[in-house]
């Protein structure tokens, strides 16, 4: 029986070991993996802090395309302002091709009459005059008539032809003109594309950025996931093959001693058969053995502490790296939390909007039709002021803040409400495009729309608002150089 016992003992050790080694592939491959990942995500870190680098070089391209929209904005409003001043000379110009036309035209037929009369008495010579019937004072006079009447039909004749003369020079003027106006509006539909084409560039790199945050911000955060959830594993893992070298060494420890009680009993007994003649050599081996025991005993305490050292560090590491997870959770949700709160809290203009008085940019060239107070064709009391503009103009933000509402509005068509400092809000509508989104800062200057092409009078309608009131206008904005506004 007990060679039975003692050969269970055995294969049950090595039952054990064979678990402890059959999970330690286990546990190195998922270490090969928390490395690979750690490894992954420290690139992942590394990559994201170049798309943070590459998002600010993107912001800063971004505030120059914002200046060079404006500059184009602005230059496109100069060259409407100018191709609206050519135009209104040209009609002056034409009016006045027109008078002189008719005054030509009337000069032209009342020499006409002249000149028929002189062709008339030309053919009849001086001394033929002699030969009329009428008396000697009527001969007399007809001649001195005839004589003073060439002189002045002559200065006509010259006055005549400088007139012909300024009239092909004024209609040297009216190509001239029509030239510089066809120059003009090549120049401002350059501008058009221009800004046209920075308002694309500028959104595919706002679009760009962002995905590309967004994406490596995902990539980071499931690396992430995946190192911690392996980190627990690596942990149980750990933790499992302590627990089994522990039962294994309890195990061997028990057999140990099985086969120590079964050694001592035989050597015992023939202790006992042979203890008359060898007691000198049992004492003496006793004493030895006693000594090797005390020596075991001292080791098995020694390894005994030391494993209960090793569980204990082991325990509190465990502790401290899952003290650590929490914090980084924390430190995340923090993070998170803070980010969202910012993105949830309203951006508004930095600048005080009560230093704006006088200082407001006129949204679009044009002349004021409509003003603040007074009543309409309809004989409703105007909230806000109208300015007449040209076909196709460019809209632009009349000071900095930020898009609050850009979309259609019942009543209003097209509407853009951008939202200022201290309460105030500037409403903008009439536009037929609008080239800004909900949230975008916009600055002074920036465009934001254009007005339609189709329309006959295109119109654009200014309200300003404090505290949802309207207010007037005119006192905000900054006097134009314009001639033709109201």
Request: hydrophobic residues 40%.
């Amino acid at each position: 029986m007990r060679p039975a016992k003692g050969l269970f003992l055995l294969l049950a050790a090595w039952l054990a070991a064979s678990d402890v080694s059959a999970q330690e592939p286990d546990a190195a491959a998922a270490d090969r993996r928390l490395r690979e990942l750690e490894d992954q995500l420290k690139r992942s870190q590394a990559e994201h802090a170049e798309i943070k680098r590459k998002a600010r070089a993107i912001s800063d391209e971004l505030s120059h395309i914002r200046g060079d929209m404006v500059s184009a904005a602005r230059a496109a409003q100069e060259a409407e302002e100018t191709l609206s001043e050519l135009e209104r000379q040209l009609e002056d110009l034409k009016s006045l091709e027109n008078d002189r036309a008719s005054a030509l035209q009337r000069r032209s037929s009342q020499m006409t009459g002249v000149l028929t009369a002189l062709e008339r008495l030309a053919w009849r010579p001086t001394e033929a005059l002699m030969a009329q019937p009428q008396t000697p004072a009527e001969t007399v006079r007809s001649a001195i008539l005839l004589r003073s009447a060439v002189p002045q039909i002559e200065r006509s004749v010259h006055d005549l032809k400088d007139e012909i003369d300024s009239m092909a020079r004024l209609r040297d003027d009216i190509v001239a003109q029509r030239k510089r106006i066809v120059a003009t509006t090549g120049r401002l539909e350059g501008e058009h594309r221009r800004l046209k084409e920075l308002w694309e560039r500028k959104s595919s790199l706002q679009y760009a950025a962002i995905a590309e945050t967004e994406a490596s911000e995902n990539r980071m955060r499931r690396l992430a996931d995946e190192a911690q959830d392996l980190r627990e594993l690596m942990n149980r893992l750990e933790e499992e093959r302590q627990r089994r070298i522990v039962e294994a060494q309890q195990k061997a420890a028990a057999e140990k001693a099985a086969r120590e009680a079964e050694a001592a009993a035989k050597k015992a007994a023939r202790e006992a058969e042979i203890a008359a003649q060898k007691a000198a050599r049992e004492a003496e081996i006793a004493a030895q053995k006693a000594a090797r025991q005390a020596e075991k005993e001292r080791k098995e305490r020694e390894l005994a502490e030391a494993q209960a050292a090793r569980e204990a560090e082991l325990r509190a590491q465990a502790e401290a790296r899952q003290a650590e997870i929490e914090a980084q959770k924390a430190a995340r949700a923090t993070e998170k939390a803070a980010r969202e709160a910012a993105e949830a809290r309203p951006m508004t203009s930095d600048k005080p909007f009560a230093s704006a008085q006088g200082k407001m940019m006129f949204p679009a060239k044009g002349r004021v039709v409509e003003r603040f107070g007074q009543p309409n064709e309809v004989g409703v009391v105007n909230k806000g002021m109208t300015i007449a503009t040209r076909k196709g103009a460019q809209i632009v933000a009349p000071y900095d803040g930020q898009v609050a509402f850009a979309g259609p509005f019942r009543g209003y068509g097209l509407l853009l409400i951008i939202e200022h400092s201290e309460g105030y809000h500037t409403l903008l509508a009439g536009m037929t495009r609008i080239d800004a989104t909900v949230g975008q800062r916009l600055t002074a200057g920036e465009p934001v729309g254009v007005m339609g092409e189709e329309e006959a009078k295109p119109s654009l309608y200014l309200e300003l608002r404090r505290q949802g009131q309207p207010v007037n206008p005119q006192p905000w904005l900054t006097a134009q150089k314009s001639k033709g506004h109201g």
